[in-house]
């Protein structure tokens, strides 16, 4: 059985999933995984590959969303990506000198906010 926070950020991402889709971004991937961490989203923005990192809360008694994204996460977060861009570079799918950046999306009941270049 999901527990309530697992279930609260999976709708977060189909939300998250489907704002980036209105706004023209592609998706390439969702929850990408190794061992040390994970990237919610990974889409295409033009020729820039963004790294996405979904919170969602449904009330700000613990914060904004995007504060629980601190400096181990965000280290996580940019080990994954690199990975993802070894991977991809050795498939031929990206070019080394790929523009790539990390964002968050921040989701407050209904209200979705993108935080571009976050850390």
Not at 93 to 107: G, P, S, Y
Not at 110 to 119: G, K, M, N, P, V
Request: charged share 35%; glycine share 6%; proline share 2%.
């Amino acid at each position: 059985m999901k527990t309530k926070n697992k279930l609260v950020g999976n709708i977060g991402e189909e939300m998250a999933t489907n704002y980036l889709l209105k706004k023209k971004y592609k998706i390439l991937e969702r929850n990408f995984r190794i061992p040390s961490g994970e990237i919610d989203i990974i889409a295409k923005d033009g020729k820039t590959v963004v790294f996405i990192e979904v919170k969602r809360r449904l009330s700000l008694d613990f914060g904004m969303p995007a504060e629980a994204v601190n400096m181990r996460k965000a280290n996580k977060i940019r080990v994954a990506a690199n990975c993802f861009l070894d991977e991809q570079i050795k498939l031929g799918k990206l070019k080394e000198d790929t523009a790539i950046r990390f964002d968050i999306i921040e989701i407050v009941d209904d209200q979705i906010t993108q935080i571009e270049d976050a850390f």
